[in-house]
């Protein structure tokens, strides 16, 4: 049996982290400051090995600034006396248990143990709850722009996926994000079966309000509407005065039709690690656990990746909150490079690390493409949704020099493209 890690009351081996000073926040500032193109290449992450030459990966959501020194600790620790094998049932009640806590603590959403379980993945929960937990053949509503998963996993299962495309104001000059309500609800009375809540909002960054999420809940009542809510981002709030509301800590949200999906896997950068977790009560839970596929899901997760979780929640806030300011000044350096750049537009994200740029004033249907000639790989707006031709999303977690050199592509290539129209 292997040694379970102890918590910070507890007797027994030290809880990760315990052995060693944590860096400085100005030495984790310089360790990413000192990132270049050339060090993040050989490192060999997908993100960087995708487009060959002399191209920034900016694309996939993935950070370049590394994990928590607690998570890497308790990883090394695993690698050296050889647990790699299977989940004990103690490692996966503590991760539960540190789930239901750091919700507590960090958004005030009261979470009991119970009402926790593993999964691999959040989108394996999304596909089970299309398939054991709607209506047979009931569409599935997705806001758009969206995660792009989210548009292709209800054909999987035999279900349409409306696409419900968002409402676009302006507010203090820059780009207002807003969900369509009204056909969210013509779609819900329509007969959709299912909505996927995305909160913080990928690709546009909105962290949303208690009004939007009460809006929902309303609709979802009314309706009898399970929502799946998507709160993978949830850590990563960057605006000042903002914060992370879980739909579910909602009094207005049904506990018998609702679904939380969550992970520390973009937090604390390992999406490799196979460890989410999903949160239910009341109705929903009771099918979830009655439905064996759904239950088996918790059977999937993988042992090294519970770890991790828990060295996350528990000792890993201190990074967390350092790469958030450093996140956050990454956002304002680049929002600010692009203000006077005639053809962009760019949503400065109040939550993920993802900036949505809008290039349809360069003339471009697949800005992407172009920008990739110009040595940065973003993602295309078009596999957000089929009303997004014309935008990118641009990933924001890196070095500060590697950011400063994107801005500085992107600049020029615009201004190339502006130059050649005229």
């Known amino acids: 049996m292997p040694e379970l890690i102890s918590s910070p009351d507890a007797g027994g081996p030290p809880a990760p982290g315990a052995r060693g000073a944590a860096p400085s926040p100005a030495a984790i500032t310089r360790a990413f400051d000192a990132l270049t193109p050339e060090v993040m290449r050989e490192r060999g992450s997908l993100k960087w090995t995708r487009h060959s030459g002399d191209v920034i990966g900016a694309w996939v959501a993935e950070m370049d600034l590394g994990t928590a020194p607690a998570i890497t600790r308790v990883l090394q620790r695993a690698v050296a006396e050889g647990t790699l094998g299977y989940m004990p049932p103690g490692l996966a009640q503590q991760a539960r248990e540190e789930t239901a806590r750091y919700q507590g603590r960090a958004f005030g959403w009261r979470v009991a143990v119970e009402e926790v ?22 569409p599935v509503i997705v806001p758009t722009p969206a995660y792009m998963p989210f548009l292709s996993i209800p054909g999987r299962h035999g279900r349409e996926c409306l696409q419900i495309p968002a409402r676009v104001g302006r507010e203090d000059g820059s780009p207002r994000w807003e969900l369509d309500l009204e056909a969210i609800e013509s779609a819900m009375v329509a007969g959709a079966g299912l909505l996927v809540l995305c909160n913080p909002w990928n690709p546009v960054g909105r962290v949303l309000s208690e009004a939007e999420l009460d809006a929902v809940a309303a609709l979802s009542q009314r309706h009898g509407v399970p929502v799946f809510a998507d709160e993978i981002h949830g850590p990563l709030v960057l605006e000042p005065g903002l914060a992370h509301i879980p739909y579910a800590s909602r009094p207005t949200a049904d506990p018998d039709l609702t679904f939380t999906a969550t992970a520390v896997s973009k937090g604390w950068n390992i999406p490799g690690l196979r460890c989410a977790q ?12 009655a439905q064996a596929l759904s239950a088996a899901l ?18 890993g806030q201190g990074w967390l909150e350092q790469v958030r300011s450093y996140l956050r000044a990454n956002r304002d350096l680049v929002h600010e490079g ?16 993802l900036a949505w740029l809008d290039c349809r004033g360069l003339g471009l249907e697949e800005p992407g493409e172009y920008f990739l000639r110009h040595g940065v790989a973003m993602n295309e707006g078009a596999a957000f949704g089929r009303d997004w031709s014309g935008f990118c999303r641009l990933n924001l977690a890196t070095g500060r020099a590697i950011e400063e050199e994107t801005l500085r592509r992107i600049v020029a290539a615009a201004r190339a493209r502006a130059a050649a129209q005229r």
């Open 278 to 289: 999903l949160i239910a009560s009341g109705g929903a839970r009771r099918a979830w656990e």
């Open 338 to 353: 692009l203000a006077d750049v005639t053809g962009l537009e760019m949503t400065a994200p109040e939550g993920t690390y």
């Open 117 to 138: 379980s593993l999964l691999p993945d959040v989108l394996s929960a999304l596909g089970a709850i299309i398939a054991h937990h709607t209506r047979a053949g009931s």
């Open 298 to 315: 918790s059977e999937q997760a993988a042992a090294l990746g519970a770890m991790a979780a828990v060295a996350a929640l528990r000792e």
